[in-house]
Each structure stands twice: as structure tokens, then as C-alpha cells.
């Protein structure tokens, strides 16, 4: 299985960014594809997650109404659109993909069998 994230950078304070996610090398129907992110000095924590076949989705306190993930089943491909990005949104997002986890489980990293490289997306303010 690989994850590669892409579509970080810099942003000014209220901007937008989306970043992406390719996964390849079996079907994810049965996974939950997860949006993590890690500032300096911090612990990695959750963003957003989605199960793959049904799209139901799920969201840190603080990103709700303003990011959103999203899958493109045909190309593979999980979306993080961000919107209103403030200064302490700043951090490296990875992507991570987890088997049949209950939602309880979603939140922690230690839950996702695989990771992406990480995309680091500045805000400044």
C-alpha cells in the first residue's frame, strides 16, 4: 500500500488549500482514510476521516465547517479541502488509511496501518 500527499504550501490567514491523497495497491473499500497533522514540538492529531464505501465522515472540534474531506472512488484519491485556514492550522498533514476501525478508534493514530510522507501547509497570519 502506498499514500502519497500532496497540495501543501504557504497561505495567508483565511485562505484556502486542498490537499490530496493517492492510494494504490489494493482496493480500500473495506478502509477508513484519515487527515492527520503534526505541528512542531506537537503530538500528531486528528483532523478528519472518511470510510472509504459508504463516505460517511468525521471531524476534529477544530477544523468542523471549515475543512472538508472528501473520495474519488474512480481515481483513488482522498481530498482534504481547507477553508479558512488560521495560523494554527499550521503543521505536516499526513494521510493514513485504517481497516474496518470502529469510530471510536478513528482519533488515534496508532488505529492506521498505513501513512503517506506528509505535506506541510503554512498559514501565516
Known amino acids: 500500500v502506498q499514500l502519497q500527499a500532496s497540495g501543501g504550501g504557504l497561505v495567508q490567514a483565511g485562505g484556502s488549500l486542498r490537499l490530496s491523497c493517492a492510494a494504490s495497491?489494493?482496493?480500500?473499500?473495506?478502509?477508513?482514510m484519515g487527515w492527520f497533522r503534526q505541528a512542531p514540538g506537537k503530538e500528531r492529531e486528528f483532523v478528519a476521516a472518511?470510510?472509504?464505501?459508504?463516505?460517511?465522515?468525521y471531524y476534529a472540534d477544530s477544523v468542523k465547517g471549515r475543512f472538508t474531506i472528501s473520495r474519488d472512488n474512480a481515481k483513488n484519491m482522498v481530498y482534504l479541502q481547507m477553508s479558512s485556514l488560521k495560523p494554527e492550522d499550521t503543521a505536516v498533514y499526513y494521510c493514513?488509511?485504517?481497516?474496518?476501525?470502529?469510530?471510536?478508534?478513528?482519533?488515534?493514530?496508532?488505529?492506521?496501518?498505513?501513512w503517506g510522507q506528509g505535506t506541510q501547509v503554512t498559514v501565516s497570519s
Open positions: 493514513a488509511a485504517a481497516l474496518r476501525i470502529i469510530v471510536s478508534m478513528m482519533r488515534l493514530p496508532s488505529s492506521y496501518d498505513y
Open positions: 472518511i470510510r472509504w464505501s459508504a463516505g460517511t465522515t
Open positions: 495497491g489494493r482496493t480500500f473499500s473495506d478502509y477508513v
